[in-house]
């Protein structure tokens, strides 16, 4: 099994039909078709379906692809590693961040001292759902993950607990339950989440207490439209201890609760695919958040 081999399928599925897929990979359809009958005839089954509409996937393609953009993941990320070890700059570094993520950490120092380090090299990053983070990691879109959420599936990704970040439970100025202790008497209020469910932080937390999660609560992972939503509906938000200067932009506007019950701190998390496999450069942006995470939450366990 070649690594042209696994590249063109992966071109065909995004591309949706042989023609398309020729043009991105500069190859005539004929060799493209033979590419693909060798791997079917190597693997000895159907990998794809034709018809009218375009090129699908059988069950067989599907699996294939997770492996394909695994290997051509790996395959990159070698191609850079061993670039900077013979004095080549790596040109871009990509960064995937959840929305949790980005209240607590502050990037400013990180991407200063980066590019004093490697001015050539471009770093990108992206706020993204923890569905298609970890996704995005294994078939190399992505370089680093910083996240909240535990991956589903570990299985070949490097995850480091490199913080703890308190949890608050947060109210509009002047809202009516603001001087209330007792989680008991918060549950009929409307609550703000980044997730819900019965595995999510959020559920975990009342139910630890001996208390049924609360009916009425919105999954939102953007900060404007939580606190619109604190406003207009006097909704109540759990979510992580901001960053400095978050906290201080909208210090006159949302205030924490002092409850009884204790809220255990959030724990975040840095995913890589292999961090003893990381090219220096993508090595520092993984140390340089950890340090920012440290000064920002000082007193966090």
């Known amino acids: 099994?070649?690594?042209?081999?696994?590249?063109?399928?992966?071109?065909?599925?995004?591309?949706?039909?042989?023609?398309?897929?020729?043009?991105?990979?500069?190859?005539?359809?004929p060799a493209l078709s033979r590419t693909l009958q060798a791997l079917e005839e190597e693997l000895g089954v159907a990998l794809l379906i034709r018809s009218s509409q375009g090129?699908?996937?059988t069950p067989f393609g599907l699996r294939l692809i997770e492996h394909a953009r695994h290997v051509l993941g790996s395959v990159e990320r070698a191609r850079r590693d061993?670039?900077?070890?013979k004095g080549a700059a790596t040109r871009r570094i990509s960064i995937g961040i959840t929305a949790v993520a980005a209240l607590s950490v502050t990037l400013e120092g990180?991407?200063?001292?980066?590019?004093?380090?490697?001015?050539?090299?471009?770093?990108c990053i992206h706020e993204l759902r923890p569905s298609e983070i970890n996704a995005m990691l294994r078939e190399g879109s992505l370089d680093l993950v910083l996240t909240t959420h535990s991956p589903e599936a570990s299985g070949g990704l490097d995850v480091s607990t490199v913080h703890h970040i308190p949890m608050r439970i947060a109210?509009?100025?002047?809202?009516?339950?603001?001087?209330?202790k007792k989680l008991s008497h918060l549950l009929d209020a409307i609550w703000l989440t980044?997730?819900?469910?019965?595995?999510?932080?959020?559920?975990?937390?009342f139910e630890r207490n001996g208390l049924s999660p609360p009916q009425r609560v919105l999954e939102c992972s953007s900060l404007i439209v939580a606190l619109d939503a604190m406003t207009g509906l006097d909704a109540l938000m759990m979510g992580p201890q901001m960053n400095a200067r978050?906290?201080?932009?909208?210090?006159?506007?949302i205030q924490p609760l002092?409850?009884?019950?204790?809220?255990?701190?959030?724990?975040?998390?840095m995913i890589c695919c292999n961090r003893s496999l990381l090219p220096p450069s993508t090595g520092l942006v993984f140390e340089l958040i950890k340090a920012s995470l440290q000064r920002t939450h000082p007193t966090a366990t």
Do not use: C, N, W
């Not at 990180?110 to 770093?123: G, S």
């Not at 002092?258 to 998390?269: A, G, M, R, S």
């Open 258 to 269: 002092q409850i009884e019950q204790d809220l255990p701190d959030l724990p975040v998390l």
């Open 110 to 123: 990180v991407m200063v001292e980066f590019h004093a380090k490697y001015p050539d090299t471009q770093l």
């Open 55 to 57: 090129i699908t996937l």
């Open 171 to 180: 109210a509009r100025h002047g809202h009516p339950l603001l001087k209330e």
């Open 1 to 29: 099994m070649k690594l042209q081999h696994l590249r063109s399928l992966v071109v065909v599925h995004e591309s949706g039909s042989l023609q398309q897929a020729t043009k991105r990979l500069h190859i005539s359809q």
């Open 194 to 205: 980044s997730a819900s469910g019965p595995t999510s932080f959020f559920e975990q937390f």
């Open 82 to 85: 061993i670039g900077e070890m």
């Open 246 to 253: 978050l906290s201080q932009a909208f210090h006159e506007q």
